[in-house]
C-alpha cells in the first residue's frame, strides 16, 4: 500500500486504519518539517511537488516482509551469530545502471562475504549499496570551478556547466526506473548465478591463483575449496549463499517520502520504506533536532547511523534510544568511520555507554570515510593500508571489550578501477589518472576488495588482531 490514502467505504476495521494513517501522516509532515541538511535547492517547488506526487503513487520496489526478514538476520548480527557486508558504489550513476556493473558489483560482495564466512566461522548477511545510492551529501556547496555542486544523478548532473547542475526533480522519476530495474537484476543474480557457493569460489581460486600476493591466501582457500567438496561428497545439496537486501543514504527527503507502506506487524505501526530495505542516516545529517533522524524515527526498516570521530558516547546512547524504543536487536546499526588513526581513542567509550544502556546493536566499521586524502595530483582517495588498519583498530576495540564486530561497510566495485592506492599490486598515485570512474569516491578495485576479505578473514580467524606494518 502506498502512503497517499485512498478512501474506501467506512467499515470499523478501516476506520482504524484511517486513524492510524492519519497518525502516521502528521508525524511524517512533522519530520520533514524539521530543519535538513543536504537538501538541493529546487528552482521550481510546483515541479517537485508534481514529481513527488506522480512516485508516491506507484508500486514499492521492496516488501515490508522482506525488510522484517533482514531485520531479523541483523538481529543475529547484533546478537553475535553473524556478520555484516554492505559494499558497493559511492554514488550508483543512471548511466552505470546496468547489468554487467551490478553483476561486478553484487558478484565481489559476494565472493568476499564467501571468505568472511569462513575466516569467521558465521554466515554473512549481504547487503548491497545498489538500486538506490543516487544521491550524495558534500562538504561544499560549489566546486573548484565555482560551479553548484555534483549531488548525485538523482539531483543534477556530474557535467561541468551551469545548466547541468542545476536540480531537476524530473531526476527522482529517473532514479525510481532505474533502481526498479536495478532491482529485478538484484532479486535475478541473487537467487541464480551469485547463490552458487561453488562458483563463487572457483572465481577466488582465479585470484588467489593469478593476483599478485594471492598466494598469501592459498591455505584458506584450499580448505574453502575442501570444504565444499565435502559438502559434495556426503551429498548435500549444493551450497548456496541466502538474498541480498539493497540499501543506500536515507538523504534526499523529498525522494525518501514517496513509497512508504504502513508496517503493522510490529509493536505499533510504523512506516515501512518501499525503496530499499536498510537506510541509514550520513555523517552530515544525523543532526539530533534535524529532519533526516526524525524521519528514520518513523521506519520499520532496520537503520544506521554514521558516527564520526566527533560523536560522543552521549548522542551515540541518543540516537539509539530514539531510533530502537522497543529495545529489538538490530533495528540500529551504528556505523564507525572515525579515520584509521582515531578508531582506537574515539570508539571504545561509545561502544561501553552503548552496551550499558542495554541495547543491542549492530556494529560496522566503514573504513573509507574516514580515510579519504587529496593525492599530490588532485585526485582524491584512500590507501589500501589505512582502510585495512582501521578495521584491524575496529576489531581490536571489540575484542577487548567483549562485544561483537558486526560487520563491514566498504565501497568497492567488481570493476578493474584505479582510485584507491596500494594493496598488493601497489597502485600508486600515479596509478589513478588510468581508470578513475567514480563520480565522487574512491572505491576498492575488485583484487583490492578480495585482498582485504582475505586479510579480514584472517584477522576473524586468529581472533588476534596483529598491526604488523605502520599504515602510510
Ligand atoms: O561519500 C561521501 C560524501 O559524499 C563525500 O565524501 C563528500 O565528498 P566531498 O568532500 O568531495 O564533497
Ligand atoms: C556519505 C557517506 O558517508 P558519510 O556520511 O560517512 O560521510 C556514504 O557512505 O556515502
Known amino acids: 500500500m502506498t502512503y497517499t490514502p485512498r478512501w474506501p467505504p467506512d467499515t470499523p476495521a478501516r476506520i482504524r486504519r484511517r486513524a492510524v494513517e492519519r497518525a502516521l501522516a502528521d508525524r511524517l509532515d512533522a519530520a520533514l518539517a524539521r530543519p535538513a541538511a543536504q537538501q538541493p535547492g529546487w528552482p521550481d517547488p510546483d515541479r517537485v511537488r508534481a514529481v513527488v506526487r506522480r512516485l508516491t503513487a506507484g508500486e514499492p520496489l521492496v516488501a515490508p516482509a522482506e525488510t522484517r526478514r533482514l531485520l531479523d538476520r541483523l538481529g543475529a548480527v547484533a546478537r553475535g551469530e553473524a556478520l555484516l557486508l554492505q559494499s558497493g558504489d559511492c554514488a550508483e550513476t543512471f548511466a552505470d545502471s546496468t547489468e554487467a556493473h551490478l553483476r561486478g558489483n553484487l558478484g565481489l560482495l559476494r565472493r568476499m562475504a564467501l571468505v568472511l564466512t569462513h575466516g569467521a566461522g558465521l554466515p554473512v548477511v549481504t547487503v548491497a549499496r545498489a538500486a538506490g545510492q543516487y544521491a550524495k551529501p558534500r562538504s561544499a556547496p560549489v566546486d573548484a570551478h565555482g560551479?553548484?555542486?555534483?549531488?548525485?544523478?538523482?539531483?543534477?548532473?556530474?557535467?561541468?556547466?551551469?545548466?547541468?547542475?542545476?536540480?531537476?526533480?524530473?531526476?527522482?522519476?529517473?532514479a525510481h526506473a532505474h533502481a526498479r530495474e536495478a532491482m529485478t537484476v538484484v532479486r535475478r543474480l541473487a537467487r541464480g548465478e551469485l547463490a552458487d557457493a561453488h562458483a563463487?569460489?572457483?572465481?577466488?581460486?582465479r585470484f588467489v591463483d593469478t593476483a599478485p600476493g594471492g598466494r598469501r591466501y592459498a591455505a584458506r582457500s584450499a580448505a574453502i575449496g575442501r570444504g565444499l567438496s565435502f559438502m559434495t561428497g556426503i551429498g548435500a545439496p549444493a551450497p548456496r549463499l541466502g538474498e541480498i537486501w539493497t540499501s543506500h543514504e536515507a538523504l534526499l527527503l523529498d525522494h525518501e517520502r514517496t513509497l512508504l507502506w504502513i508496517d503493522a506487524e510490529g509493536t505499533e505501526p510504523q512506516l515501512s520504506s518501499g525503496l530499499a530495505h536498510f537506510l541509514w542516516i550520513g555523517e552530515r545529517t544525523r543532526q539530533p533536532d534535524g529532519a533526516h533522524l526524525a524521519f528514520a524515527e518513523l521506519l520499520a526498516n532496520p537503520v544506521g547511523v554514521k558516527i564520526g570521530p566527533g560523536t560522543t558516547p552521549e548522542q551515540a546512547v541518543e540516537y539509539v534510544r530514539r531510533l530502537d524504543p522497543h529495545g529489538v536487536p538490530g533495528r540500529v546499526t551504528l556505523i564507525s568511520r572515525m579515520g584509521h588513526d582515531r578508531i582506537r581513542q574515539v570508539l571504545p567509550p561509545i561502544v561501553e555507554k552503548v552496551t550499558a544502556s542495554g541495547r543491542q546493536v549492530v556494529w560496522q566499521c566503514d573504513p573509507?570515510?574516514?580515510?579519504?586524502?587529496?593525492?599530490?595530483?588532485?585526485?582524491?582517495?584512500?590507501?589500501?593500508?589505512?582502510?585495512?588498519?582501521?578495521?584491524?583498530?575496529?576489531?581490536?576495540?571489540?575484542?577487548?571489550?567483549?562485544?561483537?564486530?558486526?560487520?563491514?561497510?566498504?565501497?568497492?566495485?567488481?570493476?578493474?578501477?584505479t582510485e584507491c592506492v596500494g594493496g598488493a599490486r601497489g597502485l600508486a598515485e600515479a596509478d589513478l589518472p588510468t581508470r578513475y570512474r567514480t563520480a565522487c569516491d574512491p572505491r576498492l578495485n575488485a583484487e583490492q576488495g578480495m585482498e582485504l576479505a582475505f586479510a579480514v578473514a584472517e584477522l576473524f580467524a586468529a581472533g588476534t588482531t596483529p598491526s604488523p606494518e605502520t599504515p602510510r
Not at 560551479?147 to 522519476?173: C, K, W
Open 368 to 417: 573509507m570515510h574516514g580515510n579519504s586524502r587529496t593525492a599530490a595530483n588532485g585526485y582524491k582517495t584512500r590507501h589500501y593500508d589505512r582502510i585495512l588498519d582501521e578495521i584491524t583498530g575496529f576489531l581490536e576495540v571489540h575484542r577487548a571489550l567483549g562485544t561483537h564486530p558486526g560487520g563491514l561497510h566498504l565501497e568497492a566495485t567488481g570493476e578493474n578501477v
Open 200 to 205: 563463487l569460489h572457483e572465481e577466488n581460486r
Open 147 to 174: 560551479l553548484p555542486v555534483y549531488r548525485g544523478d538523482i539531483v543534477n548532473s556530474a557535467e561541468a556547466t551551469h545548466a547541468a547542475r542545476a536540480p531537476d526533480p524530473e531526476r527522482m522519476a529517473w
